[in-house]
């Protein structure tokens, strides 16, 4: 329904105006989801986060460009947190239970349960699930 469609990306901007949050109306939420401190968080269109998942401020779920499956922005599992200043970017999968730090930049896929944190410029390290 085309007014429908209209309807949404009108709140939409103007929740993106007055709270400092971009959650395109397209994006795909799961149940649970806690987005503390809001501000500044991005959320593409076809991005999609999973149940449970912990996202602080300043976080981007965004697009690079690139275009792999038909979709251009990540999928996030359940259970993940997501540091402030995060960014995850392009058609990727973040696993169940994953953490991004703090101002990570993630651009690959993450296996579930994976630890991602910023080490310098551009740089990350990947700390593997631990055995239970």
């Given at each position: 329904?085309?007014?429908?469609?209209?309807?949404?990306?009108?709140?939409?901007?103007?929740?993106?105006?007055?709270?400092?949050?971009?959650?395109?109306?397209?994006?795909?939420?799961?149940?649970?989801?806690?987005?503390?401190?809001?501000?500044g968080?991005?959320?593409?269109?076809?991005?999609?986060?999973?149940?449970?998942?912990?996202?602080?401020?300043?976080?981007?779920?965004?697009?690079?460009?690139?275009?792999?499956?038909?979709?251009?922005?990540?999928?996030?599992?359940?259970?993940?947190t997501?540091?402030?200043?995060?960014?995850?970017?392009?058609?990727?999968?973040?696993?169940?239970?994953?953490?991004?730090?703090?101002?990570?930049?993630?651009?690959?896929?993450?296996?579930?349960?994976?630890?991602?944190?910023?080490?310098?410029?551009?740089?990350?390290?990947v700390?593997?699930?631990?055995?239970?």
């Open positions: 329904d085309v007014g429908a469609k209209q309807l949404a990306l009108l709140l939409q901007g103007r929740a993106s105006a007055a709270f400092g949050v971009d959650i395109h109306p397209g994006a795909t939420i799961g149940a649970g989801i806690f987005i503390d401190h809001a501000s968080v991005v959320i593409g269109e076809q991005a999609a986060v999973g149940d449970d998942c912990y996202i602080l401020h300043g976080v981007t779920l965004g697009a690079t460009g690139k275009v792999k499956h038909g979709r251009r922005h990540p999928h996030v599992g359940s259970g993940c997501i540091g402030s200043g995060a960014s995850v970017l392009g058609p990727i999968s973040i696993g169940d239970g994953c953490t991004v730090g703090a101002n990570a930049v993630v651009t690959k896929d993450l296996e579930a349960g994976a630890t991602v944190i910023e080490t310098g410029f551009m740089s990350n390290r700390l593997k699930p631990r055995k239970r």
